[in-house]
């Protein structure tokens, strides 16, 4: 996602300048985790559409693969579909796998990408350098990851989960209820219920792809879809009327739709950031499991998990990191699991403390966790990973749910936590496939 909204905003940046129909030659330059795990992240792909003009959310899956043929096998590249290059990988696509950052940057991430854009002559028409951030975000080099204003100011800002719960107790109201607030001061009310039902509607439709969808995940490592065949023994339970004398078979439904998630994510399918795609299984997991086990669920429940989740997740973004690249994979899918875990207290009508308690004790128990996915694809052990997140997710809301008697620990001091223990984390275990699992077992 941000490699491909990287690329995309260069070629604009272009177009707006007058300078498009100039480019003769382009080249793209991969840095620290986006050329270490690139190939095995689709990053190469994602380039290649984002110069064409694409977009993740409106681009048809199905039409990517030969839309990628076509640009290699005739080595042209059209940029915004409007101005045709020469365009030969091994020239052009270039991934420094032994450099963190591009020369003379600023800003220091580990996932950098550098677009030059050159005339007739071989002069350099314009340089771009950008930063993935987490969750589909780009920086250019130089602008803060915090540096997207809003279109309007926001009539309750918070940056702390104290400030946000100070907020609520003021005003009488929910964490759903302020994020709400702010979502209206930049649309109507209207556009954003639809907004979030329209998010649910793509996570719904993407745990169905992966459901029925069966067939070897691309990448190499051969590893073979596995929802498929767990939704089959699990509705085959309850056809035969088995599956009521399992109190835990709900995890296991639970655990299907996380996994159906991130084997479409590893395919190459639409998923929804929440915060990642290499988390985006966690989020619809947890919902699916409130819409279909928890007695009187409904709408107005799920609108209150998703603003919950959301309000929780600016706190990650505003105070730590969403990349693994940055921070490990508690920054994925520990995040992932924190948002669900309060997000899924709010459905049930719990009270804002209860909340912030869920996403702490969420969070708390994924701290340290590496991001080491082997061959730099997000298979093993990412898809299982967030399975085990969406679990954490309910056990978390529901020891929150269960305590009379508050906690010691803060969301505010755990986030602070994760990200120090982030930045101490050797940079190997960041979703470099250097180290870990990626380096201790062996590639069949």
């Given at each position: 996602?941000?490699?491909?909204?990287?690329?995309r905003?260069?070629?604009v940046?272009?177009?707006?300048?007058g300078?498009l129909?100039?480019?003769?030659?382009?080249?793209?330059e991969?840095?620290?985790?986006?050329?270490?795990?690139g190939?095995?992240h689709?990053?190469?792909?994602?380039?290649?559409?984002?110069?064409?003009?694409e977009e993740a959310?409106?681009?048809?899956?199905a039409?990517?693969?030969?839309?990628?043929a076509?640009?290699r096998?005739?080595?042209?590249?059209?940029?915004?579909?409007?101005?045709s290059?020469?365009?030969?990988?091994?020239?052009?696509?270039?991934?420094?796998?032994?450099?963190?950052?591009?020369?003379?940057?600023?800003?220091?991430?580990p996932?950098?990408?550098?677009?030059?854009?050159?005339?007739?002559t071989?002069s350099?028409?314009?340089?771009?350098t950008?930063f993935?951030?987490?969750?589909?975000?780009?920086?250019a080099?130089?602008?803060?990851?915090?540096?997207?204003?809003?279109?309007?100011?926001?009539?309750?800002?918070f940056?702390s989960?104290?400030?946000?719960?100070?907020?609520?107790?003021?005003n009488?109201?929910?964490?759903?209820?302020?994020?709400?607030?702010?979502?209206?001061?930049?649309?109507?009310?209207e556009?954003?219920?639809?907004?979030?039902?329209?998010?649910?509607?793509?996570?719904?439709?993407?745990?169905?792809?992966?459901?029925?969808?069966?067939?070897?995940?691309?990448?190499?490592?051969?590893?073979?879809?596995?929802?498929?065949?767990?939704?089959?023994?699990?509705r085959?339970k309850?056809?035969?009327?088995?599956?009521?004398d399992?109190?835990?078979?709900?995890?296991?439904?639970?655990?299907?739709?996380?996994m159906?998630?991130?084997?479409?994510?590893?395919?190459?399918?639409?998923?929804v950031?929440?915060?990642t795609?290499?988390?985006?299984?966690?989020?619809?997991?947890?919902?699916?499991?409130?819409?279909?086990?928890?007695?009187?669920?409904?709408?107005?429940?799920?609108l209150?998990?998703?603003?919950t989740?959301a309000?929780?997740?600016?706190?990650?973004?505003?105070?730590a990191?969403?990349?693994?690249a940055?921070?490990g994979?508690?920054g994925?899918?520990?995040?992932?699991?924190?948002m669900?875990?309060?997000g899924?207290?709010?459905?049930?009508?719990?009270?804002n403390?209860?909340?912030?308690?869920?996403?702490?004790?969420?969070?708390?128990?994924?701290?340290?966790?590496?991001?080491?996915?082997?061959?730099?694809?997000?298979?093993?052990?990412?898809?299982e990973?967030?399975?085990?997140?969406?679990?954490?997710?309910i056990?978390?809301?529901?020891?929150?749910?269960?305590?009379t008697?508050?906690?010691?620990?803060?969301?505010?001091?755990?986030?602070?936590?994760?990200y120090?223990?982030g930045?101490?984390?050797?940079?190997?275990?960041?979703?470099?496939?250097?180290a870990?699992?990626?380096?201790?077992?062996?590639?069949?």
């Amino acid at each position: 996602m941000g490699p491909m909204r990287a690329a995309r905003r260069f070629v604009v940046e272009l177009a707006a300048e007058g300078r498009l129909d100039h480019v003769a030659n382009l080249r793209a330059e991969l840095y620290g985790s986006l050329a270490l795990t690139g190939l095995g992240h689709g990053t190469d792909r994602a380039v290649l559409l984002g110069l064409s003009g694409e977009e993740a959310q409106t681009i048809d899956p199905a039409t990517v693969d030969t839309k990628l043929a076509t640009i290699r096998s005739a080595h042209t590249l059209s940029l915004l579909g409007r101005r045709s290059i020469p365009f030969h990988e091994a020239d052009d696509l270039i991934f420094h796998r032994d450099r963190m950052y591009p020369p003379d940057s600023v800003t220091q991430h580990p996932n950098g990408v550098r677009f030059t854009a050159f005339d007739a002559t071989g002069s350099v028409l314009k340089s771009a350098t950008f930063f993935s951030v987490g969750g589909g975000f780009i920086v250019a080099d130089g602008e803060s990851a915090s540096a997207m204003p809003a279109a309007a100011p926001l009539p309750y800002p918070f940056r702390s989960a104290a400030e946000l719960l100070a907020m609520a107790a003021d005003n009488g109201c929910s964490i759903g209820d302020i994020m709400f607030r702010n979502e209206c001061a930049l649309r109507s009310p209207e556009e954003v219920r639809a907004g979030i039902l329209h998010i649910w509607d793509v996570m719904q439709a993407c745990v169905q792809r992966g459901m029925v969808t069966e067939g070897i995940l691309p990448g190499g490592l051969n590893v073979r879809r596995r929802a498929p065949r767990l939704t089959a023994r699990l509705r085959e339970k309850q056809r035969t009327g088995t599956a009521g004398d399992d109190p835990l078979a709900p995890l296991d439904w639970v655990t299907v739709y996380a996994m159906a998630v991130n084997e479409e994510n590893a395919a190459g399918g639409r998923v929804v950031t929440a915060p990642t795609n290499g988390a985006a299984g966690v989020v619809p997991a947890v919902a699916h499991y409130y819409l279909h086990f928890i007695p009187g669920a409904d709408e107005a429940g799920i609108l209150r998990y998703f603003l919950t989740s959301a309000a929780i997740g600016v706190l990650y973004k505003e105070n730590a990191s969403i990349s693994g690249a940055e921070v490990g994979c508690q920054g994925e899918v520990g995040v992932a699991c924190s948002m669900a875990a309060g997000g899924l207290v709010a459905a049930l009508g719990g009270t804002n403390g209860e909340i912030e308690h869920a996403a702490e004790i969420a969070m708390e128990h994924n701290l340290g966790m590496t991001c080491d996915p082997i061959g730099g694809l997000v298979q093993i052990p990412c898809i299982e990973r967030n399975g085990m997140g969406a679990v954490k997710a309910i056990n978390a809301a529901r020891m929150a749910m269960h305590e009379t008697e508050g906690h010691k620990l803060s969301l505010d001091q755990v986030i602070s936590t994760m990200y120090q223990t982030g930045l101490d984390m050797q940079s190997r275990y960041k979703e470099t496939s250097l180290a870990g699992l990626a380096l201790n077992v062996i590639e069949c």
